[in-house]
């Protein structure tokens, strides 16, 4: 269902907090979940076709080679604090063929995959495929992520 990645250290986790904080975030991206309109997801995101060159590359370089060979779209996920959540994907759900997201957590947090709370620790990455049901729940405290989607 999932695969953790090797965790980044602390100067990386620091080097990319700062790189979200360069990039401009946006929340004008609608994502519907299992329910609809009726509970809209909450966040910010930026991705890196948006980016210079040299901000592209300095994110790239913190992910393990054989997602970035394979990598289509990058992105930093802003949960903010209190509001922020992501309603739980359905999309995918029963299809196989479908993209993996690799994330790296910036915060300690959690992740909902098929219903199971999996903790992912600051530096911590995580890799599913999309057609496993995900969802992140609001908390007390703001919650970033460094993603990117691969096709393997």
Request: net charge neutral.
């Amino acid at each position: 269902m999932y695969e953790k990645k090797s965790k980044l250290n602390s100067e990386q986790v620091n080097a990319l907090r700062l790189l979200k904080d360069e990039v401009v975030m946006t929340n004008k991206h609608i994502r519907l979940g299992e329910n609809g309109t009726d509970n809209m997801s909450v966040y910010n995101y930026s991705k890196w076709s948006t980016w210079n060159r040299s901000q592209k590359s300095q994110f790239k370089s913190y992910f393990p080679s054989e997602s970035i060979e394979k990598s289509v779209i990058g992105w930093f996920l802003n949960l903010p604090p209190n509001t922020g959540f992501l309603d739980k994907m359905i999309a995918w759900r029963n299809q196989n063929h479908c993209g993996t997201v690799v994330a790296f957590a910036l915060d300690d947090q959690q992740i909902y995959l098929n219903d199971q709370a999996i903790t992912v620790e600051s530096g911590e990455g995580i890799q599913f495929k999309l057609n496993v049901d995900h969802n992140i729940k609001p908390s007390g405290t703001d919650r970033n992520w460094a993603c990117v989607m691969v096709m393997i």
